[in-house]
């Protein structure tokens, strides 16, 4: 059965309170805004992209406690990675947060969640996935965009 | 209490002792109870009134249901279910057109639907009823057809800062078709509509205002009379959204004296996808068809066609015959309860309500109008409705959180949504209690 603690975990409640890396970056690179016009979720994400890699990465915005800890341990997991490797990271967190633990098994090949899994339980609240994954579509936009900005919505 | 007839019986003991005089609202549909009718009850027993709802005695996530979302669609009594399983069991064909019986059964029993939403209203003749999806239709077929025929270039339409989107998308379409202008009677800061503004922005120009009769967003009851006459004052026509009020207050059309009014079935405990339109005959008359199609035509050549009478000239299309029929019941039930009863036992709810969440530290009630119908939308500091709604959920507590349809009232009060708990006659005050608990409890846990 759903608890509180089963979406509500220590660590995301610890990343709402102390969202990290939450500041404008003023050598940021690549740059997109999220909404969810749903909820009024606002999110902007910002990328310093060196080659292909995210050297630097931050978030700013406005939302509730899923959003910005999903916001803030982006922020955390993808600073260093490349863009290939943040792509494949947020369709494994897809699955995590819309198919649940039943994606956590053995999946050879594909890259470990880390501190991601926290967000396991989204999916029993369909209605939250949204607010999960909304800093993961921004990210997206704002690295197919280069230079400009681009805006995604959730709806 | 151990069965319902005996409390039943109980209640007739106590009516009996009370009627010293007192006008005592009847009270309760018998053939769900499967009882004797009873004819009197003394006080609002909720506990019996609950017997008739199946759903509510369900435990959501191991706790017992707190269904506190009405404003967005009512449970449904077992009397509504009943009756569409009797259509579709015993007593279901196609209407109007049949020679067989079967589907003149269904024809007076669709056809005596609309005497009753008739006598619900207390509209003067039952064409001035039309069937339709609910409310959004209403709305809609009063822009698509009243509205395209008399609001023209430079013309001008008056909503309030109060109307959910229904209530202002199909005019800003119909404005933007025909060139015409839409207006905003604003608010204040307790969410009640400011009416020196209102008076300001009638003139030669306003073709008809559209209003609703309470707010889904805040819980405001509008000063709708007032609107009425002066906007009928200056010769202007006005539509009531009545989506939130019908189930809660009742509403007396001829003594409004209003032009247009619609409500959906399924905030007034009956099925979805089944709604009305009140508008009176003279109106109706002329203005141009809806939808074009069977049973609104009385003849068709490839070379013209002659439309029938009112109501049918509205009705294109075999209708939601199932859906009218248990919309019937649903307004019937309603009815024997009683909408003064329903109304005053609801303001309790709404007091307590208001208490209780005034009471913890934090919590902000947007919406604060002096009338008011059992609707409390809130915020608290620091935490985001969305994560308040899923706590609540979590306690079994069902609210809605978000802009509900109505993203120009949170603008108005700079906030991007709100949890919302609306109230129906089946909520108890210790289902008030209840949500101030979940409340204080989800507050410190966020904290």
Redesign the interface.
């Known amino acids: ?4 603690g089963s ?2 975990q220590e660590v995301i ?1 610890d990343h ?1 309170r102390k969202p990290r890396n939450f500041r404008i970056l003023s050598e940021a690179n690549h740059k997109a805004e999220g909404y969810n ?5 606002k999110v902007t994400v910002y990328i310093k992209l060196d080659g292909d890699r995210i050297s630097d990465i931050s978030f700013q915005g406005s ?4 959003s910005t800890a999903s916001a803030s341990i982006l922020t955390e997991t993808l600073k260093g990675k490349t863009e290939a490797e943040a792509e494949a990271l947020f369709e494994r967190f897809h699955d995590l947060v819309t198919k649940g633990e039943a994606s956590l098994g053995a999946s050879p090949g594909r890259p470990e969640l880390g501190k991601l899994a926290v967000f396991s339980g989204v999916s029993e ?1 369909p ?2 996935v949204k ?1 999960a994954t909304l800093s993961w579509h921004t990210l997206k936009a704002a690295l197919s965009e280069s230079g400009g900005i681009a805006a995604v919505s959730t709806e | 209490m151990s069965t319902t007839s005996e409390a039943l019986e109980q209640s007739k003991d106590e009516a009996t002792k009370t009627q010293a005089g007192h006008q005592i609202p009847p009270v309760l549909n018998a053939p769900v109870l499967n009882i004797p009718v009873l004819n009197v009850l003394p006080v609002f027993d909720v506990d019996m009134i609950r017997e008739d709802f199946p759903i509510l005695k369900q435990k959501i996530r191991g706790k017992p249901l707190v269904y506190l979302d009405n404003g967005a669609s009512t449970q449904k009594p077992k009397v509504v279910i009943e009756a569409i399983r009797h259509t579709y069991l015993t007593e279901y064909a196609n209407i109007h057109r049949g020679v067989h019986l079967l589907s003149e059964l269904c024809t007076k029993a669709y056809e005596d639907t609309r005497v009753v939403l008739q006598h619900f209203i207390h509209a003067k003749e039952s064409r001035e009823i039309i069937f339709l999806r609910g409310t959004t239709e209403g709305i809609n077929l009063v822009a698509q057809t009243f509205g395209r025929r008399n609001v023209g270039k430079g013309d001008e339409v008056i909503v309030s800062a109060l109307e959910h989107h229904s209530n202002i998308v199909p005019w800003q379409m119909l404005c933007e078709e025909n060139e015409a202008k839409l207006r905003v009677i604003p608010m204040d800061d307790s969410g009640e509509l400011i009416m020196e503004e209102f008076e300001k922005l009638l003139s030669p120009r306003t073709k008809i205002v559209a209003v609703g009769h309470v707010s889904n967003a805040l819980g405001t009851v509008n000063p709708v009379r007032d609107i009425i006459r002066m906007a009928h004052s200056q010769g202007v026509p006005v539509l009531l959204d009545g989506a939130q009020a019908a189930p809660h207050l009742k509403v007396d059309v001829q003594e409004l004296d209003v032009d247009f009014y619609t409500f959906s079935g399924h905030k007034i405990y009956g099925p979805s996808g089944i709604g009305i339109l009140y508008g009176k005959a003279a109106l109706l008359e002329n203005m141009p068809p809806y939808q074009g199609g069977g049973d609104m035509i009385s003849s068709v050549t490839f070379e013209k066609t002659t439309y029938n009478a009112l109501p049918y000239k509205f009705e294109a299309g075999t209708p939601n015959i199932g859906g009218t029929i248990g919309l019937g019941a649903a307004i019937e039930y309603v009815q024997k309860i009683g909408l003064d009863l329903i109304a005053a036992y609801e303001q309790q709810l709404l007091k307590r309500a208001t208490e209780v969440l005034s009471e913890i530290p934090g919590v902000r009630i947007v919406g604060t109008a002096k009338d008011k119908a059992a609707i409390v939308s809130f915020v608290i500091d620091g935490i985001h409705p969305h994560d308040i709604g899923t706590m609540l959920d979590l306690d079994g507590i069902a609210v809605r959180t978000g802009h509900h349809c109505a993203q120009p009232v949170m603008d108005r009060f700079g906030i991007p949504a709100t949890v919302r708990a609306s109230m129906a006659f089946y909520n108890t005050l210790g289902e008030m209690d209840v949500l101030g608990q979940g409340v204080t409890k989800l507050k410190e846990f966020f904290s």
Request: hydrophobic letters at 45%.
């Open positions: 059965m759903s608890t509180v979406l509500y409640l709402t016009p749903l909820c009024g979720d939302g509730c406690a899923i609240f209605a939250r607010c």
